[in-house]
């Protein structure tokens, strides 16, 4: 059997950019799985292609910061369109940067985002009829980590 070549990359349409205020760490310290820290979500805004809303408060990122140099974000929150819709996000990601880096972002300093590699997965679910397609979709996104906000940029894969 010929090996296949690969396929055509999928393309990525845009779904959303949020912006998530977040509260000051929860720290639960080092276990053996790592650094556990919560940060509480307080509140954001998000904005969509042709829809807008805002991020509820009450979810929270739950971390494990691994070493020096790594951190693994598990980052539960709910959005809610201007229109009413709320779309309850689930959403994974990896922030790996220098170790210097890294303790900048553990202590909520200022870091250039270009330093940062912080991409995730992010899973939603709705019982919104104009949104259900969301189901049906794969999504990445690419984040920056701010002092007292987090941005994320979220990409339907095609």
């Given amino acids: 059997m010929e090996p296949t ?3 055509p990359a999928p393309p990525l349409t845009f779904f959303a950019h949020v912006t998530v205020q977040v509260g000051a760490p929860q720290e639960v310290g ?6 556990r820290r919560v940060i509480p979500i307080l509140g954001g805004t998000v904005r969509g292609d042709g829809w807008s809303g805002q991020v509820l408060p009450g979810g929270a990122d739950f971390q494990r910061v691994i070493g020096d140099t790594l951190a693994d974000l598990d980052a539960r929150y709910v959005l809610e369109t201007d229109e009413g819709e709320r779309i309850y996000v689930a959403n994974r990601a990896l922030r790996a940067a220098s170790a210097e880096v890294t303790a900048k972002l553990v202590r909520g300093e200022p870091v250039d985002p270009a330093l940062v590699y912080f991409r995730c997965t992010p899973r939603f679910e709705t019982a919104s009829p104009r949104l259900a397609w969301i189901h049906e979709r794969l999504f990445i996104g690419t984040g920056i980590r701010r002092p007292d906000a987090v941005e994320i940029s979220f990409y339907a894969v095609g």
């Avoid at 080092?30 to 650094?35: E, S």
Wanted: aromatic share 0%; hydrophobic share 55%; net charge positive.
């Fill in 5 to 7: 070549a690969a396929l």
């Fill in 30 to 35: 080092i276990t053996p799985a790592g650094r």
